[in-house]
């Protein structure tokens, strides 16, 4: 399997890339500034024929453009995309609001995964049993709403969701599934130390979902476990 995970130098997203390689996967991890991701560093020292790291900023379509043509000299097909990075941050609450930072929420974890498949979409198209998982957040849930939370998290976690899901109904004929996939509240950096379950088994999770993925599961929204959520 070939793989590519934005996001990957740290948190949900390096656990990733460790799974993935230690399966023998072949894994083209990106992040802002590959310099500074010294333990994505050392996974790849550790994995040299399977892991390589690539300049991504997911905000700059400049920036997209250059790493798909990084990654095609290594590569012609994908078999799964993983729009791993996002940010969740305090856009000031109710009262306090700070456009700067809601628009940047929303660019990160709304927009950037949509463009990111917009780029690398032909890779992906040329891929085996080609899947697209889009990260998402029980936060995005509407039905099952945290009364108290970040607005513009949730927010754009939520239009993720519209998204992925018009996404996958525009490419189910081309075969590639599409889906939104919540990783349980995880001990990184942006879940915290109080959080449910550590990254090790949120992704071994994931895996097994991921890898019996089908077609009919397209434009589902899944906790690591495999369980649908509600919208």
Request: net charge negative; with cysteine.
């Amino acid at each position: 399997m070939k793989v590519l995970i934005t996001g990957a130098n740290r948190g949900i997203g390096l656990e990733f890339v460790r799974q993935f390689a230690a399966r023998g996967e072949r894994v083209f991890a990106t992040c802002r500034q590959p310099a500074e991701a010294i333990e994505l560093q050392d996974l790849k020292a550790q994995n040299p024929d399977l892991v390589s790291i690539t300049a991504l900023d997911v905000t700059d379509p400049s920036s997209i453009a250059e790493s798909h043509d990084a990654i095609n000299t290594q590569t012609e097909t994908l078999d799964l995309l993983i729009n791993n990075a996002g940010v969740n941050i305090d856009d000031g609450g109710f009262g306090a609001f700070n456009l700067e930072t809601m628009q940047s929420i929303l660019t990160v974890n709304s927009i950037a995964p949509m463009l990111a498949t917009q780029q690398y979409l032909d890779l992906v198209k040329a891929g085996s049993e080609p899947k697209i998982v889009n990260m998402s957040s029980g936060n995005g849930s509407l039905t099952n709403l945290v009364p108290r939370g970040h607005y513009s998290y949730s927010a754009s976690k939520a239009a993720l969701s519209m998204y992925s899901l018009r996404l996958s109904h525009d490419l189910k004929d081309t075969g590639v599934i599409v889906i939104m996939l919540h990783p349980g509240w995880v001990k990184t950096d942006m879940g915290g130390p109080n959080a449910d379950i550590t990254p090790q088994d949120s992704i071994e999770s994931m895996l097994q979902f991921i890898d019996t993925l089908t077609l009919d599961k397209s434009g589902g929204y899944y906790d690591y476990t495999g369980k649908t959520l509600p919208w």
